[in-house]
């Protein structure tokens, strides 16, 4: 792509409203703002999940003759990295429920979790608690000593991010734009990778909003105008976040 057709393709981006900051947004209290963000990155955790499937022998043959024994034949892995963050004032972590629920058959065998002071945690299922959309999951205090955790807003049940926030449209393309989650053909143009990951924090104006659930393969734009949120688990009381609190 020519430097004349990536133009057109910004261009095409910004005329749906979804590509624009509002001055506002990006100048006022400059200084706070940034070391907010600075603090809500360091409270950013890696989830890594490790789950076991027993199989066993009575799980591979329909029939069983006189005699048969059921013996274990093997133990099959499954792994899950997701990302989650430290909530404000407590030793606990928040992440998806599906970030620490196995397939059909698996269950929690250790999960791990690394966090930006370099420290790592690690526990066993009984260590995490889902509820609804979200899991809450709980480390020593010493493991996250001088990290600053972050806030949960308040949204209201059924309630989308841009109902709630007069400037979340700008927000919203803020966030898929810096984690590259752009059109394929801008991407190429641009030579970068998506960066957003399951479980990747969201913030307005300092509070967690939402987890991500899924990466799109280019911006989402909403077929109503604005961005669209499938890709996002809002945190609202409807959908289990008040284990959050």
Not at 20 to 39: E, H, I, P, Q
Not at 68 to 85: H, N, P, R, Y
Not at 130 to 147: C, I, M, N, S
């Amino acid at each position: 792509m020519n430097y004349k057709n990536l133009a057109k393709v910004l261009f095409a981006a910004a005329c749906v409203g979804v590509w624009s900051l509002s001055s506002a947004a990006v100048n006022t209290g400059k200084n706070t703002a940034v070391s907010r963000a600075l603090d809500n990155k360091l409270a950013e955790v890696t989830v890594i999940t490790e789950f076991l499937k027993p199989v066993r022998l009575s799980d591979m043959v329909s029939r069983h003759r006189p005699g048969f024994k059921d013996v274990l034949v093997k133990v099959e892995k499954q792994t899950k990295t997701c990302q989650g963050v430290l909530l404000a004032g407590t030793p606990r972590v928040v992440t998806l429920a599906s970030c620490v629920k196995g397939d059909k058959g698996f269950a929690v065998s250790k999960v791990t979790l690394q966090f930006a002071n370099g420290k790592q945690a690690t526990g066993e299922a009984n260590a995490i608690r889902t509820q609804g959309e979200f899991a809450r999951l709980y480390v020593k205090r010493a493991v996250v000593e001088g990290l600053k955790g972050v806030e949960i807003a308040n949204i209201g049940a059924g309630k989308s991010l841009q109902q709630t926030y007069k400037d979340g449209t700008a927000l919203l393309a803020q966030f898929f734009n810096n984690r590259g989650v752009i059109s394929p053909r801008a991407r190429r143009a641009m030579g970068i990778k998506p960066s957003l990951k399951i479980g990747s924090p969201v913030f307005f104006h300092g509070k967690l909003v939402a987890l991500a659930n899924d990466v799109p393969s280019r911006f989402p734009v909403s077929l109503f105008g604005g961005v669209d949120e499938d890709s996002l688990t809002v945190v609202r009381p409807d959908n289990g976040s008040a284990l959050l609190k």
